[in-house]
Structure formats: C-alpha cells, structure tokens
C-alpha cells in the first residue's frame, strides 16, 4: 500500500474535478447515442442508491467487513468512468467488485460462493453468469482500473480524530453511516478521504439527534444542526484568512457560506434557537464547546475547507435526493437493457 494518500495513485489517477468527471461521462454517451436513447434510465444518484443496496445484500449474505465493502464500491465507481453503464451488466459487475476487494483487503471470498450468493439474490439477471464469467469481468474491471487496486478510505480518519474531538459513541456512529452513505454520491472521485472523514464528524457533531438515532439522512435533516455546521465552516475559513493575513499570506478568495437548503449565500447564520459559535456561544453547552474546537482546529490545519462545503453541500442535497429514490423504477430500466442486449447470459 501507498505509504499516503498524496503519494497514491488514487490522488495522481483517480481524483477528478465535478467537471472533468461529467465531461468523462459524456464522452462514453456520446459514443453511442442511440444506445442511450433506446434504453433511458433515471437520474445517477438513483442508480448509485440501488447499486450501494446490492453491495449490501450481498456483502450481507458473505458477511464482508465493511472496509471491503467499501473499496467495492470505490471500484465500481472507477469502472464506470471508463465505461458506460448500458454496455455492462451491473450485478455482475457487483460481484466481480466485490470478490476483487475482498482479495485486496485480505479477507477472500471463494468465487465459488460469490456466484452462488449472487444467484440466489439476483435469479432473473444473473443465472447466466458462472466462475468463468466472472473471472474474467476481473480482468476487464483490474485492466480498466490500470491495476490501479488502492483504496484509502475516510474511516480512518474518523478514527484517528474520534477521540481528539471528543466523540461520543452516538456521534463516532452517525459519522460512520454518513461515511458509508457516501459512497452513494461522487465524492470518492472528486475529494481526499480526509476532507470526506472531517466533513462526517462535522455532520455527527451538528446534526446528530439523540430522540432520533437513525443516523444517516434522518441525522443529517437536523435544520438547526445544518445552520451550525454552515457557520462552523465559515468561522474557520475567516480564522485561517486571519491568521494567513496576520504572518503576511495570501488566503486567496473568501468562502461563502452554505445554507441548511445546501445552497452557497454571503453572511453569516446563527445555530437553532439563536446560539452561535462565535463571541455570542454559551460555552457551557457542550454541543456548543465541542463544535468551537473542531472549529479552531480547522483553523489551525491546512485543511481544505472549501472542500468541506462541497462535501457538506453534496452529502445534505443526497440525502434530499433520496426522497424521491424509487427502488422499482431503477431495477426495471436496468432489467431492461440488461434482457434486451442479452447480458444475463
């Protein structure tokens, strides 16, 4: 393994800007439009929610650690940058996801019992599929990736940093679930684990609700908690402009603010019920304290702070997606063109 992520081949290969990845994917549908045309299918994110589902049904059934699970994902996602979705079957791109991560993160699974499981979960688009088969999707998908197999994850950062901020069990939690619910969005491909680890205890911290343990978009649909997390974000950028101004730097442009709605507006917002983390805080609200020094301590890194607002803009405007996700409709259109260009068999 890289001794890094900044000496990886996941940051010189596999880091791209929002629009270097959406010119990418025009690329693969400009190749082809009829094939796009014939078989539409909804929106990304959607699909991105039903594949995350079938990586876990499967790594249910395996019993995969989460680590692998994971990378899984991060694979798939690289794949599909290379090549467009419809010309694939994606359960057993799954599959074959799934049993190369597991092999990479040294916990293998026999593909003899990740064919099977894979049929027994998907019998209507899989039954065709046996070792061979997927034998050699691995080496299309390792020869797509350039060998490229490395995957650092943001979980180590929530761990490292969990007891720096003083984390309590239910917030150590909610950040992990907001770590794994973003593998369902682009952030794997377009920001260091870091900056995606800081930004799911930013969330935990803010937005975490004691009545309503769920985690995930519940925790995150916090208004007043988003309020804290915009202005927790804004104080740090103008602490670390002050401190780049006072030795003589340059900071380069201000940062503006996020809104709860994850939309970008100038001034400053106060956190639920009027408390803000600045000279008007309580400081005896241990909420309000913990969020002060996860602030200062953001001023006082390198971090990528502007970062931080794209990932806290993309998690919360995902979770507001996921509303309107209907698992029937994803599983039909790719049902179709699966049967249709007969990639079952």
């Not at 925790?219 to 104080?235: D, K, P």
């Not at 019920?273 to 909420?287: A, F, H, Q």
């Not at 996860?294 to 405007?317: K, P």
């Amino acid at each position: 393994m890289a001794a890094n992520y900044w000496e990886s081949t996941q940051r010189r290969y596999w880091q791209f800007t929002k629009e270097e990845l959406a010119a990418m994917r025009q690329k693969l549908e400009d190749e082809d439009p009829n094939l796009v045309h014939m078989y539409p299918l909804p929106q990304l994110r959607h699909i991105n929610i039903y594949l995350n589902r079938q990586f876990n049904h499967l790594a249910k059934r395996l019993g995969v650690r989460q680590q692998a699970l994971a990378t899984a994902q991060v694979y798939l996602k690289r794949f599909y940058t290379r090549v467009e979705i419809r010309r694939t079957n994606p359960y057993l791109l799954v599959a074959t996801s799934l049993y190369l991560a597991c092999k990479m993160e040294e916990c293998p699974q026999h593909i003899r019992l990740i064919v099977q499981e894979a049929r027994v979960l998907w019998p209507e688009t899989f039954h065709g599929q046996d070792t061979s088969k997927l034998g050699e999707c691995e080496f299309f998908l390792i020869s797509e990736m350039s060998s490229q197999l490395i995957v650092h994850q943001p979980y180590r950062t929530l761990t490292q940093l969990q007891g720096e901020f003083n984390l309590t069990p239910e917030e150590s939690q909610a950040a992990w679930q907001a770590i794994n619910d973003h593998y369902m969005t682009d952030l794997p491909l377009l920001y260091p684990p870091h900056i995606i680890g800081l930004t799911a205890i930013l969330l935990a911290i803010t937005c975490y609700n004691r009545q309503n343990a769920a985690g995930g978009a519940n925790a995150a649909g916090n208004s007043g908690g988003l309020v804290m997390a915009a202005n927790a974000l804004a104080h740090a950028q103008a602490q670390s402009q002050a401190r780049a101004a006072a030795m003589g730097g340059n900071s380069g442009p201000g940062t503006p603010n996020l809104t709860p709605q994850g939309s970008f507006a100038g001034g400053n917002f106060s956190s639920q019920g009027g408390r803000e983390l600045g000279d008007g805080s309580n400081p005896t609200d241990p909420k309000i304290a913990k969020m002060q020094r996860f602030t200062n301590w953001l001023a006082e890194s390198n971090i990528d702070i502007e970062g931080m607002i794209d990932c806290t803009q993309e998690i919360i405007s995902f979770y507001d997606c996921h509303e309107q996700y209907e698992d029937l409709v994803v599983r039909d259109n790719i049902k179709r063109f699966i049967k249709a260009r007969g990639l079952d068999k």
